[in-house]
């Protein structure tokens, strides 16, 4: 039987061949062995949550960057969230560096009824009575001055002219209406009968006569509230100008608390009056602070609060609400009550998410189980290589937990 004659080259060619051929099995199985498992991939659902403390703010307090000493576990809120415990006891307060002021302003304003009403009433006015006779002249009270249109004015006292002299008296209408509002003009004295008096003494109005109606303002308790919000206002703007003009840094947050320290009114609602007066006295307490000190410090209490097993996604910086409760200008000191809402979700952590309970599982019982809790809004399942696991592995480090962000 003839032999067949391999070359030295073509062995050398073909253990080659060979080799190359183990190596990039070994690779493929390799491969496949480290992407063998399973990918859950899990989408949360972000829920609220609250914190709420105190806050003290001290013109010698503490670094302005001290942490809170203790922030307490959150508990349900009413929005379904988490909400932290009020901080009330000193040791658990948080001390910032800040410039408390006090300012009272105080002012007084008049007003006008926005609602009037219209009355019929007697027209009064002056008329000048001119005496050219040599003899002085007398008139008694009511004595009667007729106007070219024939509208009878009486004098409201006794008058008296002397020899070539001049005198002003006050008269009255006849009768009530807007008719005897008349402009300036010459009368004549229809019960002087003498022909030398009539033609010497001379009765004329140099203004027009008023009052045959008469506008009384009807105070209403809107006026009054307007003015005073008003006045409140002007008030409280001025003290603010004031209070920023002694800020040692302008970029400093200021938040006030107002308190009325008198208040006084000289009308009550119904009143009939053409105008009223409103005065106002205000004490403004203030304090300024690093605002982005105090959201650092709402933000550490924010996680804080958070449960095991979930993290903060996300926060509302415009969300960082305070208010100024109690202040003390002579020891420059104050309490801010400070509320903040931020959002939570689930991490690798939970208890949810224990990769011991996923062993052995296919894919649509992964996804029933996982669906049934409220912090998990969707879920994806990817076997890998998808054409030979059906099942998740055994060991639990071929299984991994992603959480999908929004």
Known sequence: MPQIYISPHNKIAYLFLLLTALIFLGLILGTLSGAYGVQIIVTPVSEEVDVNFEARISAKGAAPDIALSEVKGGRES???GKTQENLTDSEESL????QIFENIQEKQEKAVPQATVSMEDYAEGKITLTNNTWSPINFVASTRFSSPEGLIFRAVEPIRIAAKGETTVLVRADKMGEDYEIDPTQF???NLRDSNLKSNIIAESKEKMSGGIKKAGIVMQADI????????DKLYQDALQEIEEQLSDTDLKIV?????????????????KTEFTVFEKIKIGAVAFNEDVLLDVALNALRQAIPPGKELAAYEPDGLSYRLIEYDSQQDKAILEVQFR?????NEESDI?????FRGLGSEEIENYLKDFKEIKEVQVRFWPPFILKKA??????????????
């Not at 001390?95 to 800040?98: N, P, T």
């Open 78 to 80: 009413a929005s379904g």
């Open 95 to 98: 001390i910032l560096v800040g």
């Open 188 to 190: 004549t004295i229809p």
């Open 225 to 232: 509230d307007q003015v005073k919000k008003a006045l409140k």
């Open 256 to 272: 006030v608390h107002s308190q009325v320290l008198d208040e006084q009114i000289d009308a009550q609602a119904g009143d009939e």
């Open 342 to 346: 931020g959002y939570m979700v689930i």
């Open 353 to 357: 998410l224990d990769k011991t309970l």
């Open 393 to 406: 592995p055994e060991t639990i480090n071929k299984i991994k937990i992603k959480i999908a962000r929004e």
